[in-house]
């Protein structure tokens, strides 16, 4: 089996490990109802903040799927299927259509948040996908560099360089790009001298473990340390507590991400979340202005 997405070069199905499962083939039947309705895939959006001002650095979106019979479902659910079937291409333009949008209305708004997208792997596969990208910020007249595509490098060496051509591509057209998940991969560091990248995303398995364990402490130090030297933005992810917090600053990490600050939230409350964390950032950083 071959996905249609992005030509020959896609590997094949692997049918051992998602099986033809009925379950999953309804699965995918399903989505693609849903991906035409348009009225059940819903973004969740969880700001990062700076962990200085408070003010918010970005916003990533998050996919969630209302299912009519289902109920709620996570990206855990059914990214996986979609991944492996000949949907990845509609479900990515989906995602970063809904993305564009809510960020469309942000500028609207005067407010000046990039929004970071994530992608599957396989997407980068597609040599359409950075003109597919250059076509939907066009239309909702977003600058390439608000949009900011998350990756983790779950790769195979023999698709390298079809993926690192596409991503390439995206940068020359002024989108950014982040690490997500870094140092969980087998080649993270591989991946930052390959591909000029933005943003390194640390994982929430070393914030969790940080406290305890000097191993993951020393690689989050290590990561910041990394993104220090080579001038990208660092964002912590899965922060749920003061402590973790105080820890990361101590480390000097300068973003962060996680409950202890939002929960992923629906589009309709980001709007003001977003405008009174810049309203009470500025008042930090001038805390004598007459009209803070
Ligand atoms: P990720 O990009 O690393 O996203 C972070 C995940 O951690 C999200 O889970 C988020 O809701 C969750 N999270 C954020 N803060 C906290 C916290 O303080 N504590 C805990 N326990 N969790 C926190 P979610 O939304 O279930 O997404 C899981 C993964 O699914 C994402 O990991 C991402 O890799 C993928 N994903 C999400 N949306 C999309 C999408 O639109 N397209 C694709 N291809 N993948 C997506
Ligand atoms: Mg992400
Ligand atoms: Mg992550
Ligand atoms: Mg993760």
Known sequence: YQAKEGGGSVAAYDST??????????LLAELREALQADDQLVLALQPAVDLATGAPTGVEALIRWQHPRRGWLGPSDFIRPVENSEQLGTFTRYVLDKALSVAAG???DGLDVPISVNLSARSLL???LPAEIADALRRHQVPPHKLVLEITETVVMSELEVIDEVLANLRRMGVQLAVDDFGTGFSSLAFVTRIAVDELKVDRSFVIRMADSPEAAAIVRATVGLAHELGLRVVAEGVETAEQRAA????????????HFFKPMPA??????????RDSAESNVFPLRADG
């Open 17 to 26: 490990r998602d099986a033809a499962s009925t379950d999953q083939l309804a």
């Open 106 to 108: 942000w500028a609207r």
């Open 126 to 128: 597609d040599p359409r």
């Open 248 to 259: 990361l600053v101590a480390l000097g990490c300068t973003a962060a991400q996680g409950y």
């Open 268 to 277: 309709d409350k980001i709007g003001a979340v977003l405008g009174s964390l």
